[in-house]
């Protein structure tokens, strides 16, 4: 099993900045985390990639966020942080932590998914 714990989000004016963080918990040995990243999804709109890290070392953001937005790990082996800045009223929705996990016994990889943490940006 792969637990997802964020943390992070809230309320900024626009300009602002946030830092979200996400914390993977592995039980077992069957699984390997290939790569975490965030998803925002807006009232009314599609689930968004946001930015995503994978463990060889590649990164990948959305054009929208792009130099405004880091993804990095973070001190814990399954740990990733996203820092936001710039924040716009467009970058307001629910975040969402992802890991894409090999797990061994299917052979297959898994996406696990965090609760969510809101993310309003307002004056």
């Known amino acids: 099993q792969v637990r997802l714990l964020e943390s992070g989000g809230g309320l900024v004016q626009p300009g602002g900045s946030l830092r979200l963080s996400c914390a993977a918990s592995?039980?077992?040995?069957?699984?390997?985390?290939?790569?975490m990243g965030w998803y925002r999804q807006a009232p009314g709109k599609e689930r968004e990639l946001v930015a995503e890290?994978?463990?060889?070392?590649?990164?990948n953001y959305a054009d929208s966020v792009k130099g405004r937005f880091t993804i990095s790990r973070g001190i814990g082996e399954s740990t990733v942080n996203l820092e936001m800045n710039s924040l716009q009223p467009e970058d307001t929705g629910v975040y969402y932590c992802?890991?894409?996990?090999?797990?061994?016994?299917?052979?297959?990889?898994?996406?696990?998914w965090g609760q969510g943490t809101q993310v309003t940006v307002s004056s």
């Open positions: 592995k039980t077992g040995t069957m699984f390997t985390i290939n790569a």
């Open positions: 992802n890991a894409e996990v090999y797990v061994r016994y299917l052979a297959s990889e898994v996406d696990y």
């Open positions: 890290i994978h463990f060889g070392g590649s990164e």
